[in-house]
Nanobody
């Protein structure tokens, strides 16, 4: 069972960036994106149900970030628009085998993280 996140990089404030998360080995109930800034805890960004068109977003990304999926490829995406320096963090995708949660401790499988740096 593996989640492989990719797509991070260095961008300027106001730019867009897309992250990908490729899942292999099994399906999940939901896939979540989380982020962790240096010295901070891991916080929920967005989640999507594996088999349904249900999404959930943290308030601070609503209207800027979009989570989506390509079911045929078992790949999940996080499109981030109008990025700001406070979005700088390592972004992780994670799989929840049974639920639909914003709590990171509910997710059993984690990708390796991809760093997003937004300069002002």
């Amino acid at each position: 069972v593996q989640l492989q996140a990719s797509g991070g990089g260095l961008v300027q404030a106001g730019d867009s960036l897309g992250l990908s998360c490729a899942a292999s080995g099994r399906t999940f109930s939901s896939i979540g994106w989380f982020r962790q800034a240096p010295g901070e805890g891991r916080e929920f960004v967005a989640a999507i149900r594996w088999g349904a068109r249900l999404t959930n977003y943290a308030d601070f990304v609503k209207g800027r970030f979009t989570i989506s999926k390509d079911s045929a490829k078992n790949t999940f995406y996080l499109q981030m628009n109008n990025l700001a320096p406070e979005d700088t963090a390592t972004y992780y995708c994670a799989g929840d085998k049974t639920g639909w949660s914003i709590r990171p401790e509910r997710y059993e499988v984690w990708g390796q993280g991809t760093l997003v740096t937004v300069s002002s």
